[in-house]
């Protein structure tokens, strides 16, 4: 990793900790569901999507604490998404990143309900968010969309539906976007709407982060061929034990890793557009397609 990727990471990592840890100490609702919630967000992962709200802010050299609130924001939605992808009736996982599921520790009911309060908190950070009203509206669109039935839930609803037969790529992509790339897109599109990029600023970042969604995705199928369950932090090997539809599945695992750095390379080319300097978001594409968990 790049010395200045890893100083940022370094930095802002602990801010967006202690603005989500803050926001679950400042409710008033049960004991139990604020430790379910909590739980979960304290259980680590990469923080990129938060990471990356920052650092679109910080490529157009604005003050980042304004955009801590969104950094919370996404980083919740995206916990709220696990804890229920981890159900019973979901993907039936008992392990993420390398502590047990929120439904083994706290119960079915009680995961259920803290993802729910993890989602709905979210858009009261972006109505708090230090911003014009009119950039509130935009992040609260932006936020319903790419997380809703257009985005991510839909995406998820095409992966459950994709594991009763085998999907072409233009499918496989089609869940993927949706899935994976769809709060991804969030991060660096709210970033931009945040420091007021102009339109043809943020349709370059939109087609980044839709090339980084895919190459995340692509990196995730390959790792779960060549990681382990101790690296990953979840079980390893379990898309090929359940003849899921995955890139190496359709392409073989080099050919996976081709189009791993196509959509890399896709991603550079859409930086190159920019006028600011890109650097960190560079290193950010280097970093998740490089990565071994």
């Known amino acids: 990793m790049e010395q200045q990727l890893q100083q940022f990471i370094a930095t802002y990592t602990p801010q967006i900790e202690a603005a989500m840890a803050q926001e679950i100490t400042r409710l008033s609702g049960p004991a139990s569901l604020k430790e379910s919630m909590q739980y979960s967000l304290d259980a680590g992962g990469k923080r990129i999507r938060p990471l990356y709200v920052l650092a679109?802010?910080?490529?157009?050299?604005?003050?980042?604490?304004?955009?801590?609130?969104?950094?919370?924001?996404?980083?919740?939605?995206?916990?709220?998404?696990?804890?229920?992808?981890?159900?019973?009736?979901?993907?039936d996982d008992d392990f993420r990143r390398g502590k047990p599921t929120n439904h083994k520790v706290f119960g079915e009911d009680v995961a259920v309900l803290a993802g729910d309060a993890l989602n709905s908190l979210c858009f009261g950070l972006l109505v708090r968010t230090d911003v014009s009203a009119e950039q509130k509206v935009a992040l609260v669109e932006l936020l319903s969309e790419t997380a809703g039935a257009n985005g991510m839930v839909g995406g998820q609803v095409l992966d459950m539906e994709g594991e009763k037969r085998l999907l072409n790529l233009q499918e496989l992509e089609q869940v993927h976007i949706n899935k994976t790339g769809a709060l991804l897109r969030f991060s660096i599109e709210s970033g931009a709407i945040l420091a007021g990029a102009d339109a043809a600023t943020r349709q370059a970042l939109i087609t980044y982060a839709h090339h980084i969604g895919l190459a995340f995705q692509i990196q995730d199928d390959i790792l779960d061929i060549e990681g382990t369950t101790e690296q990953l932090g979840k079980t390893a090997g379990k898309d090929v034990a359940s003849e899921k539809s995955t890139y190496p599945a359709l392409l073989t695992l080099d050919g996976a890793k081709e189009k791993l750095n196509e959509h890399y390379e896709l991603a550079l080319a859409a930086l190159a557009q920019l006028t600011v300097d890109t650097t960190l978001l560079q290193q950010f594409a280097a970093y998740i397609v490089n990565r071994n968990k």
């Open 56 to 91: 679109v802010l910080n490529m157009f050299e604005q003050e980042l604490t304004k955009g801590l609130p969104v950094a919370a924001a996404i980083e919740m939605m995206h916990t709220y998404s696990l804890i229920h992808d981890d159900l019973p009736c979901m993907d």
